[in-house]
């Protein structure tokens, strides 16, 4: 079990600890694959570092979707039907844990015994559940773009219907804790990612913890 830990970082199976915010890179890399039946260094073909992207903005947007390259931070560990991916900071804070990334994997490994894993808040089993069900239990989550639909009131009664923030994501900033990549096609969310708290170095380019609210877009330079 990987237990969130919100300010705090993930608490790890295996005896591993606690994988913290504020970590270098050889602590957090040594913690995870102590904990991880498999790590590798992964290989972010088209990601730009930086100092590639035209203006700060651009950057903070690719750090938020996990798709700025961290040379120091290049490690992926897999996990019984999830793997989970490091980043630091940005400007200044290069050099610490500030982001743990929990991604949903299409073909399951299987794991026993006590590294088989299920990334955990407050006793919820995160991908375990359906997007309406873990909603249910989160506090105070709203929708990652402000002109998307207000979420469902998890009091009401009757189903919640499917929109769940499908398209956008939410967000829980009591908790740092994003959700998303919750399609059509599977009841749960694909990816959750937890955020130390304040800015982590991205102070300078706006105050927006789950989105960009310069207008930054992450493709710039990759796509166009």
């Known amino acids: 079990m990987l237990e969130l830990l919100p300010g705090t970082g993930v608490a790890l199976p295996g005896g591993a600890g606690v994988l ?61 039907g999830f793997q989970v991916t490091l980043a630091a900071g940005g400007p200044g804070a290069a050099d610490r844990l500030a982001r743990v990334e929990f991604r949903r994997m299409t073909a399951p490994r299987p794991v026993s015994g006590e590294r088989a894993a299920c990334v955990v808040w407050d006793g919820v089993d995160l991908f375990g ?56 096609g599977s009841p749960g969310w694909g990816r959750l990612t937890l955020t130390a708290d304040g800015s982590a170095g991205w102070s300078g380019c706006c105050p927006g913890r789950f989105c960009c609210e310069a207008g930054g877009d992450g493709l710039v330079g990759i796509l166009y």
């Open 20 to 80: 913290r915010f504020g970590a270098g890179p050889d602590e957090a890399r040594a913690r995870l694959s102590a904990a991880a039946p498999e790590t590798y260094g992964g290989l972010q073909c088209g990601a730009l570092t930086l100092a590639d992207y035209p203006e700060p903005r651009h950057a903070h947007a690719a750090w938020l979707d996990g798709l700025l390259f961290q040379p120091e931070w290049n490690t992926v560990a897999l996990f019984d």
């Open 129 to 184: 559940h359906s997007a309406e069900e873990v909603l249910s239990v989160l506090p105070e989550a709203v929708p990652l773009l402000p002109e998307a639909a207000p979420l469902p009131d998890p009091a009401a009664s009757g189903p919640t219907g499917p929109a769940v923030g499908a398209d956008v994501g939410v967000a829980v900033p009591r908790l740092g804790l994003r959700l998303d990549e919750h399609g059509s």
